[in-house]
């Protein structure tokens, strides 16, 4: 189908400058016991809070039903960085086009780019997307977010382009299209406008 593209292995992308260890560590582990492969990262400028959450996971981990599918994620496909200002944070995150990208800090959100979704703030956890909040969560992994967001409508839609120059409008853009395809070398297209007559 026309309309496919890859939609996994899942992956969150969680940025944070500070922020409660507890939720951090929650929502990597929600996208973790997705699957083995399942990616979940935290980008921070804080040592403190990366290892807090390094920690928190490892207490979430002692009680979690899917432990063993969400530990071999983490240990594989997961990671934590420490970046030394948030405008590299930023700019990482942007690169890496997340799936979900969850911003613990909404003034962020201006600076962001490349997301698949964006889940905003401490009290959106991603498991509401999944479940209940909101768009389509057929979403562009594996950096495929740079060059689109989620299934949509506009995914179902054919649009047929149709252009009509009068007479006059071509002799306006003609020395561009002849231009242009003189330098790059195709003559007939250059000719196929100068052959049709000025009025």
Do not use: W
């Amino acid at each position: 189908m026309g309309i496919d593209f890859v939609a996994g292995p899942t992956e969150i992308l969680i940025l944070a400058k500070d922020g409660d260890a507890k939720l951090i560590a929650a929502d990597m582990l929600a996208q973790a016991e997705h699957d083995v492969t399942a990616s979940a990262m935290l980008f921070t400028t804080s040592e403190t809070l990366a290892q807090a959450v390094a920690e928190e996971i490892e207490r979430q981990l002692e009680t979690l039903p899917t432990a063993a599918v969400a530990r071999e994620s983490i240990n594989c496909s997961s990671a934590i960085a420490i970046f030394p200002n948030i405008d590299l944070a930023v700019a990482a995150a942007n690169m890496q086009a997340p799936e979900h990208l969850s911003l613990h800090h909404p003034e962020l959100l201006k600076k962001i780019n490349n997301a698949g979704t964006v889940f905003l703030g401490a009290h959106t956890p991603e498991s509401a997307g999944d479940y209940a909040s909101g768009p389509s969560h057929v979403l562009p992994t594996g950096g495929a977010a740079r060059l689109r967001g989620g299934l949509s409508a506009a995914d179902f839609v054919k649009v047929i382009a149709v252009q009509e120059l009068s007479a006059a409008a071509l002799a306006v853009l003609a020395p561009t299209i002849t231009t242009l395809a003189r330098a790059e070398g195709l003559e007939a297209h250059a000719r196929a406008v100068e052959v049709r007559p000025a009025s």
